[in-house]
């Protein structure tokens, strides 16, 4: 009933856990005083000595245990925030920093709406486990206790009937509990897998909507949320009929309290004011362990996605490597190999990027470039052979160290919604607006800017304010202001205008001989200027060589070249063809 792991979690916060359960047990304390002035008058009314200071009194005493109750019971409800407050720090601290100490290569292990789910949501739920389970646990067990202590001075035979029928509650939570486990863990698969696809649904609206696939992808959701709707219903079936049980014992057990007192009394055993107090406490016996049964469901629900938690952070983690200087920025790669599961999409590359060298990678679509920038980008880590950099395998190098080092732009790089400033100051937060505008005119985007509100242009969500070719202009303005000493373009000029394009070749251009560049496209043309170029096919290296060689050599690149060129001048032709058939007319 109580999760070791969840404990050990528990430092500071064990003592605000003690502290709620003592002023808990106050409040107990005051409510029997209260019961105990209630007994006195009702009692006194019976026996008719309702005059004189006993009502005073008793109403004086019920009072004040009334405010002492309501003072323990806030000052214990601010112990139960407090415990937990801690603990999910803690926690929220501990998920952060294993997905930093991942480095690039975290999404390896982790799906994005997994871990926002079960850092989110999944932490909250330990909420009810730390601020209202935990202290429960051991106050439900103090409690009967303290009460039986009290009523062996009443009623024995009263006392010791409501102590037995106690246990009976922990036991059918017991019962429960394997089940419950098993029927949470379901429910937490389902939710975090409804809240993949929905992140995934959402990010790809547009998409859906150009389909006309949004209808259909709508009924595909509804059914994953029915099959969660069940599956949640039968998490509240389990729970409620796990209370109704519980109830029952309670009750029954009170009621069995309290007939055996009214047989006391009928007797002569106990006095009347004994057996009213009884009568009125006796339910007290069993309320705090109900309680602990109905807190007790809610806390799997925070038990079940703490298994989530903790199977995350125990995920074997690479070591981070401990190089963090790097002299001489050459690359080396020595049979490097890597496959997604089964399927080998790079066999046994072996290749040199000379520091200040500009190396292009070309290749049909899928030949595995962008797999060879992962990897290069420590995205990618579960690779054969190795890699090296400055003579150092990549695997020793630190991950921050290798960030700095190398800047990754692909096509469609992201942009955050905020200022144009702010988006640059995720690259250098040191930089100047000055320093800001030099790169913005190096990208060629500063004309576009400057017809606007310059730096503080906002960019929307998604930057659907900015044209294609502008995203990216400003995506290379801010590869250019971290100023690394290794850039990697993977197809950073696809899909974009013309005019855009040429400008960032142009920009790029510009870095040759002071930067080592890796410039992946799979326009053959843009790769002319290039020290050399590696030709993958098949996830091998099919040649490599100079723009020139590789195209005396008649290749593979050659003929996709040809293909290239064909196909431009197959537009020509037709745009010819059209203005000719105009000037006819
Ligand atoms: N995350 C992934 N999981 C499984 N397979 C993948 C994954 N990413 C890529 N692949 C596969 O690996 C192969 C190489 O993909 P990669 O993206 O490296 O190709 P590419 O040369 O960059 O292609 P393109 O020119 O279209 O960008 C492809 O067959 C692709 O389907
Ligand atoms: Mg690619």
């Not at 057996?275 to 809610?298: A, E």
């Amino acid at each position: 009933m109580i999760d070791k792991r969840l404990m050990k979690l528990l430092k500071e916060g064990k003592k605000y856990i003690f502290a709620n359960v003592f002023l808990q047990w106050i409040c107990l304390l005051c409510n029997l005083l209260a019961m105990y002035g209630i007994a006195m008058v009702l009692s006194g009314l019976k026996l008719g000595i309702s005059g004189g200071y006993l009502p005073l009194f008793a109403f004086m005493v019920f009072s004040g245990a009334m405010v002492i109750r309501y003072f323990c019971m806030r000052l214990s409800h601010k112990m139960a925030f407090l415990s937990s407050r801690e603990v999910k720090k803690t926690l929220r601290k501990q998920i952060y920093e294993k997905l930093l100490r991942q480095g690039p290569g975290y999404a390896e292990n982790v799906k994005q709406a997994e871990i926002l789910q079960t850092a989110i949501e999944g932490v909250d739920q330990l909420e009810v486990y730390y601020g209202s389970y935990l202290p429960q646990f051991f106050y439900a067990m103090l409690a009967p206790v303290t009460l039986f202590l009290v009523l062996l001075f009443i009623d024995v035979k009263a006392a010791i009937i409501l102590l037995v029928f106690v246990p009976l509650i922990p036991v059918s939570i017991i019962f429960v509990q394997r089940w419950a486990k098993k029927m949470l863990s379901k429910y937490w698969n389902q939710y975090t897998d409804m809240g993949d696809s929905f992140l995934d649904n959402l990010r790809g609206l547009t998409t859906l909507k150009v389909y006309e696939a949004d209808e259909r992808q709508n009924l595909r959701m509804n059914e994953q949320a029915e099959a969660f709707r069940i599956a949640t219903m039968r998490v509240l079936i389990m729970q409620l009929n796990s209370i109704s049980i519980m109830d029952l014992v309670a009750y029954a057990g009170a009621a069995f309290g309290i007939i055996a007192a009214i047989i006391d009394l009928k007797n002569g055993t106990v006095s009347l004011s004994g057996c009213i107090f009884i009568l009125l406490i006796s339910v007290d016996f069993f309320l705090p362990m109900r309680q602990l049964g109905s807190y007790f469901h809610t806390a799997m629900n925070g038990m079940a996605a703490s298994d989530k938690i903790f199977s995350f952070l125990e995920t074997p983690e690479k070591k981070n490597g401990t190089i963090s200087q790097l002299h001489h920025k050459s690359i080396h790669a020595d049979h490097l190999s890597f496959s997604y599961g089964d399927r080998k999409v790079l066999d046994d590359l072996c290749f040199t990027i000379p520091e200040h060298g500009f190396v292009g990678i070309a290749g049909v679509s899928g030949s595995g470039k962008s797999t060879l920038a992962s990897i290069l980008t420590m995205r990618h880590t579960a690779y054969e052979g190795t890699v090296l950099a400055d003579d150092i395998d990549l695997r020793n190098i630190h991950h921050d160290t290798w960030s700095e080092t190398v800047t990754y732009v692909q096509t469609g790089s992201y942009l955050f919604k905020g200022t144009v400033k702010e988006n640059l100051l995720y690259a250098d937060d040191t930089a100047d607006d000055e320093k800001m505008w030099e790169v913005l005119e190096e990208a060629a985007v500063a004309d576009d800017l400057r017809a606007r509100e310059g730096l503080n242009t906002m960019i929307e969500e998604q930057a659907s304010n900015f044209s294609m070719g502008q995203r990216q202009r400003i995506a290379i303005a801010r590869a250019l202001l971290k100023d690394s000493d290794i850039y990697i373009f993977d197809e950073a000029t696809s899909g974009i205008d013309m005019e855009s394009e040429q400008m960032i070749l142009e920009t790029i251009g510009r870095l040759k001989g002071k930067k080592t560049i890796i410039f992946i496209s799979h326009r053959l043309a843009n790769l002319k200027k290039t020290d050399f170029i590696l030709v993958l096919e098949n996830g091998r290296i099919a040649e490599q060589g100079t723009h020139a060689d590789l195209l005396k050599n008649n290749g593979v690149y050659a003929s996709m070249y040809n293909q290239q060129i064909a196909l431009e001048n197959y537009g020509k032709e037709a745009d010819d063809e059209t203005l000719t058939n105009e000037s006819d007319v």
